[in-house]
């Protein structure tokens, strides 16, 4: 019996670094699908059952926080872990507030990636 795929939502506005973490996870062995704008992230969750997520937190539109808080509000409880470049101070603060559960400024390797997915879940790839 073959277990499904674990499902993995990447939130990320560069459609080059989101197909790079998507090319990455999936030959780990992830599901993945990718939203662009936290609009169409929010549309996702609200369809599909997601193991964990990663979080651009600029995003144009409704930013990472605010996309995460409404993801949230629709009854997701796994992990969403920021992806950011932004270093200034108070962002992971404010991360944490809106519901995330940790913070990784870009550039993440993979083996950072992979880890968080352990840190915050049972799920193997």
Excluded: C, H, W
């Amino acid at each position: 019996m073959t277990e499904s795929k674990k499902t993995i939502l990447v939130v990320e506005d560069s459609k080059p670094i989101a197909l790079t973490q998507q090319d990455l996870l999936e030959t780990a062995g992830y599901r993945v699908l990718l939203a662009y704008t936290g609009e169409e992230a929010i549309e996702t969750a609200s369809k599909v059952k997601f193991d964990f997520i990663f979080m651009d937190l600029g995003l144009p539109g409704i930013d990472g926080y605010e996309t995460t808080r409404q993801i949230r509000a629709l009854g997701y409880t796994g992990p969403i872990v920021a992806l950011t470049g932004r270093t200034s101070g108070g962002d992971k603060e404010l991360a944490a507030a809106a519901g995330m559960n940790d913070y990784l400024i870009k550039p993440v390797d993979f083996k950072t990636m992979k880890a968080t997915i352990a840190k915050y879940t049972s799920i193997a790839a």
